[in-house]
């Protein structure tokens, strides 16, 4: 419990994340020990219900918090969706918060070419490095519209409005 509950005050984490994390941790002490880790998975398992029931591990707000973070920093829908799955998030909990998102591909776009330093945003002189960055953009999963838009600086107001479900 004491290892878990530093863990989450250092870090947001998802159930299925914690329990890697504990598995790891006691893994290593049981082989120091010249134990079997695996007679402590009741005690990981109920340590992370009691984590859930006082409100400390809540998977939906985290998985909320983590695409918003993850929108907000440029991540497009699908590499968002596949961080929270690489987290051991549910299918359904990643899918009903993909859902609930109000941030268009456009200003993730936006967002991830002014992070990347990409387009309008690059070094005075760069410009032959125009098809690098599409195809960085869409390796980040947007699509080749969005990409070559966000890198000529062509994505405007109205674009920037859409649900960008290219």
């Known amino acids: 419990m004491r290892a878990a ?3 989450l005050e250092r870090y947001a984490s998802s159930t299925e994340n914690l329990r890697r994390v504990l598995r790891r941790k006691v893994k290593r002490r049981a082989n120091e020990a010249g134990e079997d880790g695996a007679q402590h998975e009741p005690l990981i ?3 992370l219900a009691r984590l859930a029931e ?3 591990l809540d998977d939906r707000a985290y998985a909320s918090a983590r695409l918003s973070s993850l929108r907000r920093k440029g991540a ?3 590499m968002a969706a596949a961080k929270l799955t690489e987290k051991g998030l549910p299918r359904e909990i990643v899918e009903a918060t993909l859902e609930k998102d109000e941030t268009g591909e456009v200003n ?3 967002a ?4 990347r330093r990409f387009g309008p945003y690059r ?3 760069r410009e032959d490095r125009r098809d690098k960055e599409i195809a960085a953009m869409l390796r980040a999963g947007f699509s080749f519209r969005l990409a070559v838009a966000a890198i000529d600086g ?3 107001a109205e674009e920037s409005g859409s649900s960008g479900a290219d």
């Open 76 to 78: 497009s829908r699908t």
């Open 154 to 156: 062509t994505i405007d």
């Open 123 to 125: 070094s005075p002189g």
């Open 5 to 7: 509950s530093y863990y």
């Open 45 to 47: 398992e109920a340590t």
């Open 108 to 110: 993730a776009a936006a």
């Open 112 to 115: 991830y070419a002014r992070r």
């Open 54 to 56: 006082l409100g400390l």
